[in-house]
């Protein structure tokens, strides 16, 4: 993948390198769209196409020039990425979710960053995800570790206690339920009219 001291704006597949979409939206879409209960099929082989195809899509503007021999080491790399070459295998509860916090996580990141990431039109994943393991004391930050405690089984301390009584519709993960057939539709169209331009 390169230099830790660079931004990797490819990654090379197969002996090739393949452009990718570095911008930190493009990366939260495909959190997102990874995290969508309609991407799930009762056949596991069916969601792992289809989780693939995703990846594809959104990460490589030319994925289809990617021969599909090669797509597990895309997927491998595209994960590496993502992570910033920074493996932990270790299985975690889920104490945050990018599309629910968005709105507590956006001001803690500007904060780091020092600008409304919103207004600038380009910002690596990298830079983004920097800023985010370098957030400090906010609601964010307290709004996570009560997640953490309750994930864990450990008793709230009386102020952790009163926080989530008063925080509680932002600590609890929200139920995401499946989208209708014409909901369905409408994504597709949108997801694959974006593909074409």
Same mark, same amino acid.
């Given at each position: 993948?390169?230099?830790?001291?660079?931004?990797?704006?490819?990654?090379n597949?197969?002996?090739v390198?393949?452009?990718?979409?570095?911008?930190?939206?493009v990366?939260?879409?495909?959190?997102?769209?990874?995290a969508?209960?309609d991407?799930?099929?009762?056949d596991e082989?069916m969601?792992?196409?289809?989780?693939?195809?995703v990846i !594809? =899509? #959104?990460?490589f503007?030319?994925?289809? %020039? +990617?021969?599909m021999?090669?797509?597990?080491? *895309?997927l491998n @790399?595209?994960?590496?990425?993502i992570?910033?070459?920074?493996?932990?295998?270790?299985?975690?509860?889920k104490?945050?979710d990018?599309?629910?916090?968005a709105?507590?996580l956006?001001?803690?990141?500007?904060k780091?960053?020092?600008c409304e990431?919103?207004?600038?039109?380009?910002?690596?994943?990298?830079t983004?995800l920097?800023?985010y !393991? =370098? #957030?400090g004391?906010?609601l964010?930050s %307290? +709004?996570?570790?009560i997640?953490q405690?309750? *994930?864990?089984? @450990?008793?709230?301390d009386?102020w952790?206690q009163?926080?989530?009584?008063?925080?509680?519709s932002?600590?609890?993960f929200?139920q995401?339920?499946k989208?209708?057939?014409e909901?369905k539709?409408?994504?597709?169209?949108?997801?694959y009219?974006?593909?074409?331009?």
């Amino acid at each position: 993948m390169g230099s830790a001291w660079e931004f990797p704006k490819s990654l090379n597949v197969g002996g090739v390198d393949y452009e990718i979409r570095t911008d930190y939206r493009v990366v939260l879409d495909l959190l997102t769209a990874l995290a969508d209960p309609d991407l799930t099929d009762a056949d596991e082989q069916m969601t792992a196409y289809m989780q693939s195809r995703v990846i !594809m =899509e #959104i990460m490589f503007p030319d994925c289809d %020039n +990617i021969p599909m021999e090669h797509w597990q080491e *895309a997927l491998n @790399k595209v994960s590496e990425f993502i992570d910033m070459g920074i493996s932990d295998d270790s299985k975690k509860p889920k104490t945050m979710d990018w599309e629910q916090d968005a709105p507590i996580l956006i001001p803690a990141i500007n904060k780091v960053l020092n600008c409304e990431i919103r207004a600038q039109e380009y910002i690596h994943w990298w830079t983004f995800l920097g800023a985010y !393991m =370098e #957030i400090g004391e906010s609601l964010f930050s %307290n +709004i996570i570790h009560i997640r953490q405690k309750k *994930a864990k089984g @450990k008793k709230l301390d009386k102020w952790e206690q009163d926080f989530y009584k008063e925080n509680q519709s932002l600590i609890d993960f929200k139920q995401v339920e499946k989208r209708s057939e014409e909901e369905k539709q409408a994504l597709e169209a949108l997801f694959y009219g974006h593909k074409k331009k």
